[in-house]
């Protein structure tokens, strides 16, 4: 599949994967050191809600009002969602929007870099020409900000370890490739051997359950650390759509991260619900000690 970012900003994927970002970064804030956030498929940095209904060449249907929209004016938020939801109605606020539906939509770079402190540093990387150039556009000016136009599997090489001694590592590719599930593994096994206390966040798409089970085997072979695994479903596996769902791997995650995501993830099953069948889970693959 192809899952180029600006095609689907802020649906239920980005909710269920920004939400869970948001709160890895303030866990790792907990300790004032500094860390370094690797972003290894930045995408574009931001995305304008409107123009993405327009697709490349034809009109298409917005998916953000199935993900984000349905938050926008919720009151009953989870404690654990509220920071999430009130960062990107900042973001939004800021780039000039007074209407009521949300219009602009902060991806991960630019949601950490929001939340990031002068000891933390952000590593950009983007090796599609197009979206590098709207990323350097819009975060290389921020302090303690690089972007590079590069691939993102190799800088897992070469960017770990960092100075910091601390990281997290957000492998979040757009599914271009029929390998990409295998590049991932080997980025993982690369970066864990260099760096084995980093935190890895992985995102994939839930398509085929047979794919996704041999990915989560091929991570497990590398002999992992403590490793979270949690999975957003919005529609049964017997559901017509192409994307029932999606998941993010967590090696290293913080202290009771799970404790914190297990309830969040149940909580946006139910509100993101688009079939019957909408669940979520989170499972340890491996426990912490």
Request: hydrophobic share 40%; proline share 8%.
């Amino acid at each position: 599949m192809n899952y180029r970012h600006h095609f689907h900003a802020g649906n239920f994927a980005d909710v269920m994967k920004h939400a869970l970002l948001v709160r890895l970064v303030v866990a790792l804030q907990k300790k004032e050191k500094g860390f370094l956030y690797l972003d290894t498929h930045a995408g574009r940095g931001s995305y304008d809600l409107a123009a993405e209904a327009q697709g490349d060449s034809l009109a298409r249907q917005p998916e953000y009002p199935n993900g984000i929209g349905r938050l926008w004016t919720r009151t009953d938020l989870p404690a654990e969602l509220t920071g999430y939801v009130e960062l990107v109605k900042k973001f939004d606020r800021e780039r000039g929007n007074q209407e009521a539906p949300p219009r602009y939509y902060p991806g991960s770079p630019r949601i950490v870099q929001m939340l990031a402190r002068p000891q933390d540093r952000l590593a950009l990387c983007e090796k599609q020409p197009e979206e590098f150039e709207l990323l350097d556009i819009e975060l290389s000016r921020e302090p303690r900000v690089s972007v590079q136009e590069r691939d993102g599997y190799g800088a897992v090489r070469a960017m770990l370890p960092p100075p910091e001694k601390r990281a997290l590592i957000l492998i979040d590719p757009p599914f271009e490739q029929a390998n990409e599930f295998a590049q991932m593994v080997t980025a993982v096994g690369e970066g864990l051997a260099r760096f084995p206390s980093g935190v890895f966040a992985l995102w994939y798409p839930l398509t085929e359950r047979a794919r996704v089970d041999a990915f989560l085997d091929g991570l497990m072979d590398l002999k992992l650390p403590p490793t979270l695994a949690m999975e957003l479903m919005v529609a049964g596996e017997a559901s017509a759509l192409k994307m029932k769902g999606c998941g993010l791997v967590v090696i290293n995650p913080p202290w009771q991260f799970d404790r914190e995501a297990g309830p969040s993830l149940t909580w946006l099953a139910e509100a993101l619900a688009q079939e019957r069948g909408a669940n979520a889970r989170c499972r340890w693959l491996v426990p912490e000690k």
